[in-house]
């Protein structure tokens, strides 16, 4: 059901849950009795089951990726520029799966859930995870589905590097892999920006130890500097410049001004800061960024890509954004000259972009031109 306003939209949406009673042994060692993940489908599996994309989401997203929940909903899915009938991921075309990560706060079962052996939130107790355990409970819902081979793996940041796994876990089970915006492992610098926030929500006192829902507490204020650091590396100089520039909300430069001085990006980060500290989990939030932390694709390969990469049969499309200094086009080049190197099929571009890391989630013309392009060869492939 298309929305009247947007008869590009895929409309109305349900989420839904699937159950796991299989035990999923994680790459820490322990393992989960049983759990769920919420996940949104849109667009229809066709009778061969072989059109069907899996869109892997960043550190703070989830599966509500297209469309509305209700009609009085505001705001779309994260990546509903990308996502609908005529869009670059074309469900008229294509069966798109999108889902909450284990470990997610969203549905899916994660620190904030019952742990079941207690009655209790798993708060700080729920095991820590890798990249390859996603993939690994994402493979098992494919399964669920009946889908044997996804027509393509697409992810940004985050995402970008699930799909990479995907691809060396399960190298017959994707036949396009779709990289943006990503590294084969982070930078120290990136490293630190994420120790940061974890420490600003580690500190808070309402924190109490990871405890804090037992405690029927929320370290709001820590969250909130969280979100408030990581969305700085989102954003180019650039961008925020153009955005905000030194323009003020409240007060005056000149001296002696009775009224304090406030600039529109200081209450542009209070407001993102304080909206993600009321709908995002702490622990979660603490667990994604060391999942992150810990990625490192060629590790296990002895520290070489290219022989991690010939363990993959899918053909690659990687993408990079100009100004995106989280993710900078110099990694994106370095997953681009390993696939060279390990003779598998790769297309590659750069592209102009003044929004930074955030580029992948706008409706930047040229990016959704080639990403369109890619997707047409995607369907008849």
Known sequence: MALASDARSVGLVTPQTAHFDEPLTLACGRVLPTYELIYETYGKLNAAKDNAILVCHALSGHHHAAGR???DDRKAGWWDECIGPGKPIDTERFFVVSLNNLGGCHGSTGPASTNPATGQPWGPEFPPLRV??????????ADALGIDCWAAVIGGSLGGMQAMRWALLYPRRLRH??????AMKLSAQNLAFNEVARQAIQS???????????AGKVPARGLAL???????????????ASKFGRELRSGS???????????QV?????????????????????????????????REYGDDPVAAFEAA?????????????RFPPARSREIVDALIAARREVSYAEIEANEGHDAFLMPIPRYLALFRAYLQQVAVS
């Open 266 to 298: 200081q209450s542009y980060l209070r407001y993102q800061g304080s909206r993600f500290s009321d709908s995002f989990d702490a622990n979660t939030y603490i667990l994604m960024t060391q999942a992150l932390d810990y990625f490192d694709l060629a």
């Open 204 to 214: 808070d006192p309402d924190f109490e130890d990871g405890h804090y829902l037992h």
């Open 313 to 325: 049969c899918c053909r690659f499309l990687v993408l990079s954004f100009s100004t995106d200094w």
């Open 253 to 263: 430069l000149d001296i002696g001004g009775d009224e304090p001085v406030e600039f």
């Open 132 to 141: 390859r355990d996603w993939v690994h409970s994402q493979a098992r819902l």
């Open 226 to 240: 969280a979100r408030m650091v990581g969305h700085i590396t989102y954003l180019s100089d650039d961008a925020m």
């Open 177 to 182: 892999c779709i990289v943006i915006a990503a």
């Open 69 to 71: 929940h209700s009609v």
